[in-house]
């Protein structure tokens, strides 16, 4: 299983793209894996021929380094090549870097499971036992504890759950029963594993299994809203003068194609006002703060998996043109899942426009280690001052997220100011 992002540590393997008997040749696309961001394609580095594949498509939770296929050698019988048996051993790493952290997961993980006892577990022991097997113990209903594991040190693996048939745990012995803990509360009807969180099971429902994606999005956004202290400021903004120049723009530009987004427009201000304003262009590091010469803005775009966010890099210094192009290409690989780790790992700050739902206003969640991120609501026709007389304008309301740590609230309300300026006199930002 390869590493497809920095920070991957397991996948899933959606999809195989050859079969065992294929040849392949280096280049060619083996796999596709749904890495914790994004499902990327896989491609082979040496020709030879598929010889066993050992990890089915549709396997979650495949850690990096896992062997999840053979590949024969030029010359070599494919029939004659040993495939790895049970669980899949972690397969040499590039550099020493990445064989110490494999290391570290072994380790890790003999501390999680401790070693299985000769005689067999006790009630209530932990039984030394792979991630895999646990899993599958618990889908089909097998004692752990009525096994035993043929892999290294007794532990159980995959292989030793074929044939196991589901039944209660060997009734605990007098002696060990009365070390046990006394009884907790009540716990809900067992079904592989106790809930987290209880729901009312006898309302009409269906459960559906995150994806990585979505898995990462609550990590990063329940460790966000835990540890950033969000301080939000709200500036309303006449959109007239940008919408008038977007048409105009827009017939310059149709000869090439390229039609102008009014979110291609708030994307190009906000990278200008980023860079006017360095003091919100940061990341909080605890005990330094990075501050950012150049605004790469993430912009969220929701998949059919879940929101990600990829990057305009120099925002403020690329034509409105290219902005639109990059965004479309983006924006349609996303939700294909086929965007690249450089394509969504980074950015400076974020915007979020959920004005196409008509969204009025909205505080958006700062996507860390980012110190800002911009909620755009929709445009809509409000009463308002023009030349100090009450008239009707196109107005949106825009939020700012600033990370209070790193992000003085005069900084804030410096950079929205700055920002609605922008958009109010659009000539400013496209020069």
Known sequence: ???????????????????????????????EIETDKATMEFEAIDEG?????????????????????????????????EA???????????????????RKDEVEAEKETPAAKPDGAAAGDR????????????EKGIELSALSGSGPNGRIVKADLEGAKAGAAPAAKPAESAKQAPAAAPAPAATGEAKAVWYDESIPHSVEKLSNIRKTIARRLTEAKQTIPHIYLTVDIRLDALLKLRGELNKGLESRGVKLSVNDLLIKALGVALE????????????????????????????????????????????????????????????????????????????????????????????????????????????????DALGVATVMSATGS???????????????????????????FIA
């Open 402 to 428: 600033f990370d209070h740590r790193a992000i003085d609230g005069a900084d804030g309300a410096q950079l929205m100011k700055l920002f609605k300026e922008l958009v109010e006199s659009p000539l400013g």
């Open 49 to 81: 021929v598929v010889a066993k594949i050992v990890v089915p498509e549709g396997t979650d939770n495949v850690k990096v380094g896992a062997v999840i296929a053979v590949i024969a050698e030029e010359g070599e019988d494919a029939s004659a090549v």
């Open 84 to 102: 790895p048996t049970g669980e899949a051993k972690p397969a040499a790493r590039a550099d020493k870097s990445d064989a110490d952290a494999a």
């Open 276 to 387: 006017a304003t360095p003091k919100c262009n940061v990341t909080f590091l605890g005990n330094e703060l990075v501050t950012y010469h150049r605004a790469d803005v993430s912009v969220a775009v929701s998949t059919p998996t879940g929101l990600i966010t990829p990057i305009i890099r120099d925002a403020a210094n690329i034509s409105l043109s290219k902005i639109s192009t990059q965004m479309k290409d983006l924006a349609g690989r996303a939700k294909e899942g086929k965007l690249k780790p450089e394509e969504y790992q980074g950015g400076t700050a974020s915007i979020s426009n959920m004005g196409m739902f008509g969204i009025k206003q909205f505080d958006a969640v700062i996507n860390p280690p980012q110190g800002m991120i911009l909620a755009v609501g929709a445009g809509e026709k409000r009463p308002y001052i023009v030349d």
């Open 1 to 31: 299983m390869p590493a497809l992002s920095p920070t991957m540590e397991e996948g899933t393997l959606a999809k195989w793209l050859v079969k065992e008997g294929d040849s392949v040749k280096s280049g060619d696309l083996l796999a």
């Open 127 to 138: 039984v030394k036992a792979s991630p895999l097997a646990r899993r599958l113990a618990a």
